[in-house]
């Protein structure tokens, strides 16, 4: 009896450390989407600033008022700043699909069970999808 009061203990322990480390899991995930889509809009708006600098910097070149130089750079900061906001936007969604596999969210059974909605019944029957 002893025996199982001190394994329901660490059992139950063992349960709570779960929980934290999931808390833990999803809080900092979704600290890291947070700060990862003011991320994006950041960069999106970087984007908009060096394509305008590009802009003026082709017509400053088109005009002799600037040699080619300033508009390869401008090129350059155009397309950093698209690689930026790729990189940053990619970031988000994988942060977004941490939050997901740290709550238990598969999209894939998710898709698989709107899939089976709409298939016979026999195979309704032998693929189940738990929910």
Not at 25 to 44: C, F, K, M, P, Q
Not at 59 to 86: C, M, P, T, W
Not at 107 to 124: H, I, M, N, V
Request: proline share 2%.
């Amino acid at each position: 009896m002893v025996e199982a009061r001190g394994r329901l203990r660490e059992v139950q322990a063992a349960l709570a450390n779960l929980q934290l480390a999931i808390t833990r899991e999803v809080t900092d995930s979704y600290l890291r989407a947070d700060e990862n889509r003011e991320g994006v809009d950041i960069a999106d708006e970087t984007l908009g600033l060096a394509r305008e600098n590009l802009d003026m910097a082709e017509k400053r070149y088109i005009a002799g008022l600037n040699d080619i130089i300033e508009y390869n750079e401008a090129q350059l900061n155009f397309i950093r700043s698209q690689s930026s906001l790729v990189t940053t936007y990619y970031d988000y969604l994988t942060d977004l699909a941490r939050i997901d596999n740290s709550t238990g969210v598969t999209p894939e059974l998710e898709t698989r069970a709107k899939k089976l909605e709409s298939g016979s019944e026999e195979e309704q029957k032998f693929c189940q999808v738990p929910e």
